[in-house]
């Protein structure tokens, strides 16, 4: 049986899980982070990504993050989101159109240099759901 450790994840409207892990994966600035019970302390900026929590028994959970922090403490793990919502919760439909506009945005010559920023924010997020939708349906 896999060591656990306590697990508090909030967004800025909700707390979206609370209680015991065995693992965490998560997209971190610079690739995905891999936290276990034991891990040493640690700060890290998340992007745009899905955060994996694997539970005793070795069921996971696939939660999409538009960005955040992750605090690695001894006795406790925090996950900080700007915006989050679990991958089962997401419309497949509704992102997919979302990304079609972003990439129609980015396509289009009279776009502003702050329209384009916006569209290809707006691609990163879609993509990023997306994946963890497949994710949560393997």
């Not at 409207?13 to 994966?25: H, K, P, T």
């Not at 899905?50 to 538009?66: A, P």
């Not at 955040?68 to 991958?87: C, K, S, Y």
């Amino acid at each position: 049986m896999a060591k656990t450790f306590h697990v508090n994840m909030v967004s800025a409207d909700r707390q979206l899980y609370c209680g015991e892990a065995e693992r965490i994966v998560a997209t971190a600035d610079h690739g995905e982070l891999g936290i276990l019970a034991g891990h040493a302390p640690l700060l890290a900026v998340l992007k745009a990504g899905q955060v994996r929590l694997t539970q005793e028994g070795g069921k996971e959970e696939v939660i999409y993050i538009s960005g955040g922090f992750i605090e690695v403490q001894h006795e406790q793990t925090i996950i900080l989101a700007d915006d989050a919502e679990r991958a089962e919760h997401l419309d497949e439909e509704r992102v997919r159109e979302a990304r079609r506009r972003a990439e129609d945005k980015m396509r289009d010559k009279a776009s502003t240099k702050l329209e384009l920023a916006r569209a290809q924010a707006e691609l990163a997020q879609t993509m990023a759901q997306l994946a963890a939708i497949r994710r949560a349906k393997n």
